[in-house]
């Protein structure tokens, strides 16, 4: 689902419309992802899968330069698409489509910093354009990777625990296809 609203350049800050669960805080974030820049007459060799034919945007924290995907709090006003779909151009500076029907899941996980427990929850997200500007652009750093290096970089294992469904999700969703050419953020398999 695009959510076709615009957003503030100011990110939200404070706890005072957090959702919480028996205690966890609830954030939501994206695992944001395009198709590789290709030649569009090219075809992708065989032997590759379909994740490959993929990257993923990751950011570092605001306090290091840990690479994790863009997540924050959920809060009373909005979905959980929405909350995801927020934190995404705010963190990331990335827009597109939230893919509900593609829910990966719940972790819950203990904040280092907090020291108390969160529960999150996670989304593909497909961008549809990235921003010059956005938020925290001066506090974060964007790198698009490739599935195998995400997995290495994102330093949260819940966050590549969330990779690696998607992954699976990815593979089930192509099965049966061999080669594929890219036209445009869209795949078509070649016969």
Known sequence: ?????????????????????????????CIPYRSKKRDPSSCVQQGSTPIDDLEFLLISSQKNPRMMFPKG??????????????????????????EVQEYLGTWSFKSKSQGIFHEGHMFPLRVTEELDD?????????????????????????????????????????????????????VVCCS
Not at 77 to 87: F, K, N, W
Not at 172 to 186: C, M, P, V
Request: hydrophobic share 35%.
């Open 73 to 98: 709090g959920w809060e009373i006003d909005e979905s959980l698409e929405e909350a995801a779909s927020r934190e995404t151009f705010e963190e990331a500076g990335v827009v597109g489509e939230v």
């Open 1 to 29: 689902m695009q959510i076709k609203k615009s957003f503030s350049m100011n990110s939200r800050t404070g706890r005072d419309l957090q959702r919480y669960n028996r205690g966890c805080r609830q954030v939501v974030g």
């Open 134 to 186: 956005w938020p925290e652009k001066s506090v974060r750093r964007r790198l698009w990777v490739k599935f195998s290096e995400a997995r290495e970089v994102c330093w949260h294992p819940w966050m590549k625990e969330a990779l690696d469904v998607f992954a699976s999700k990815v593979s089930k969703r192509k099965e049966g296809t061999q080669i594929y050419h890219f036209k445009e953020n869209t």
